[in-house]
């Protein structure tokens, strides 16, 4: 496994493993962005690489465009040896790991914006969040020139964001949304779990639960969206010391809100847990 700090060092890591392999034969490259903290939902987003791709490069990159200025940059958990150990255990081939210098030379001024779209959900709650993500993926494109990126179904605006630019930059990427990683209670595996104490873990998995209720109403008939939501407000409005954020039911590739279920359509709530923000979501699919 290959470790590099600096893109010249991953270009040329990515050019030497297209490089052993004949012409003639399949050199799929997969790309799984990462901000590190790594755990089983990210290993998962890693093995649907190894599986379709004959090399799978991974980023850690703390992205610091993409925090707002009271959000939780300085505290993010890191945990660099403990990531390259799991990922060389999986078999990656490169871990691209640069500075912020690197990634952002000094006086830059271009940004990667999807109006619109960014300022939907968690858009809406973290302004110029997704500008951030949108232009440190397009130079992850770049640099490493992946055939195919994966990204978990947990962050579905994101997903949606990153196809919509994929989409209309023309970059030669298939995006891969990988499904949600949960706790055995339910909770979807988050790097942001490891600031929940005791008691609050106790409390978290009231979003997922939250979410089966409107799916469950949804399975009776149910299609009407603010029923739905009201079902799931219900379930949150039980859980003590959880502040909501948003729950909506959207199309999940325009994040538009949608009246009522009659395709395939995202239900997606984001709530605080103490001073945690999680998000979590379900494809209703009649």
Request: aromatic content about 6%; proline content about 5%; charged content about 25%.
């Amino acid at each position: 496994m290959k470790i590099c700090a600096t893109i010249v060092e991953a270009r040329a890591a990515r050019d030497s493993c297209l490089a052993s392999v004949p012409a003639d034969r399949s050199r799929l490259v997969g790309l799984v962005p990462t901000m590190g903290a790594l755990h089983a939902g990210h290993l998962s987003l890693v093995r649907a690489a190894k599986a379709r791709c004959q090399f799978v490069a991974v980023s850690i990159f703390v992205n610091p465009t993409q925090f707002g200025p009271t959000e939780d940059l300085a505290k993010y958990p890191r945990s660099f040896e403990a990531d390259c150990a799991a990922l060389e255990k999986e078999g990656v081939d490169i871990v691209f790991v640069p500075s912020v210098e690197e990634m952002y030379s000094k006086g830059e001024a271009t940004w990667v914006t999807v109006e619109g779209l960014s300022e939907r959900l968690d858009g809406r709650s973290r302004p110029g969040h997704f500008r951030g993500v949108t232009t440190v993926v397009s130079k992850l494109f770049h640099i490493i020139e992946p055939d195919v990126a994966f990204f978990g179904q947990k962050d579905a605006a994101q997903l949606a964001v990153i196809r919509r630019m994929v989409r209309d930059l023309n970059f030669p990427v298939e995006i891969v949304g990988c499904p949600i990683v949960r706790e055995a209670d339910g909770l979807a595996m988050s790097s942001r779990n490891v600031y929940l104490n005791a008691e609050e873990r106790k409390r978290a998995p009231v979003l997922n639960r939250s979410l089966q209720a409107a799916e469950a109403a949804f399975r009776a008939g149910e299609t009407s969206a603010s029923h739905l939501k009201a079902a799931a407000q219900g379930v949150l409005d039980v859980g003590a010391g959880v502040r909501l954020d948003y729950l909506e039911i959207v199309d999940p590739d325009s994040l538009e809100p949608v009246g009522r279920v009659e395709q395939p359509t995202l239900l997606a709530v984001a709530a605080y847990v103490g001073t945690t923000r999680l998000i979590d979501n379900i494809i209703l699919t009649p």
